[in-house]
């Protein structure tokens, strides 16, 4: 009976160990096909700004980071009373401009990677309407996120080593791009390559 069950709990330790790994080559497999998108995305667009004052007429028009969104059902309605990229931000919260997006970009690597990325770090940051940058991405859109809120798209040039799950050794990876909120200022996404 012993020996059956510790059969038993090294297949299930296997089994587990086998779904996590596959797990994590999915996932890297989709932020490799993110970073890609976003830079073919800022190709296309031509959105990286020198600063947040030099929107273009453009960019002003194809997204706003005050819309809230446009939800139907009673659940999501629920859900989205505790997700700020959801909802019309307090007016007394201006929106992100994009050194302050550059800032928490490297400091979002801290909060899911190894640790922020130093202040030196190469940076770049787009802005972009959420579908756009969803549609580019290849990222399923979050009905949560009204498609035309504007999110801040930052590639850091840093050294970005993700958690893994138990077992799973943790890659590093050059650079990371973090998908931030420009209405709410918080985090959307982050990938690395």
């Not at 059969?7 to 996590?20: A, K, T, V």
């Not at 929107?55 to 997204?63: E, H, K, L, P, Q």
């Not at 798209?153 to 791009?177: D, L, R």
């Amino acid at each position: 009976m012993a020996s059956a069950t510790r059969i038993r709990n090294g297949l299930g330790i296997r089994l587990i160990d086998m779904i996590s790994s596959c797990l994590q080559r999915l996932l890297l497999g989709c932020l490799a096909l993110s970073l890609s998108a976003c830079a073919a995305g800022s190709a296309l667009t031509g959105r990286t700004h020198a600063s947040a004052s030099t929107r273009t007429a453009a960019t002003a028009a194809s997204c706003s980071a005050t819309l809230a969104a446009q939800l139907q059902d009673a659940n999501a309605t629920k859900v989205a009373a505790d997700f700020p990229p959801s909802q019309v931000p307090p007016a007394e919260l201006q929106p992100l401009t994009q050194t302050a997006a550059e800032q928490l970009g490297r400091e979002f690597g801290g909060q899911f990677g190894n640790g922020p990325a130093p202040a030196e770090a190469a940076v770049s940051a787009n802005e972009l309407a959420y579908g756009v940058w969803a549609d580019q991405d290849g990222t399923p859109r979050n009905p949560l996120i009204n498609p035309n809120r504007c999110v801040w798209v930052v590639k850091v040039q840093s050294p970005f080593t993700s958690h893994a799950p138990y077992g799973v050794t943790p890659k590093t990876y050059p650079s990371y791009t973090a998908i931030i909120d420009e209405g709410s200022h918080r985090l959307i996404g982050i990938a690395a390559p």
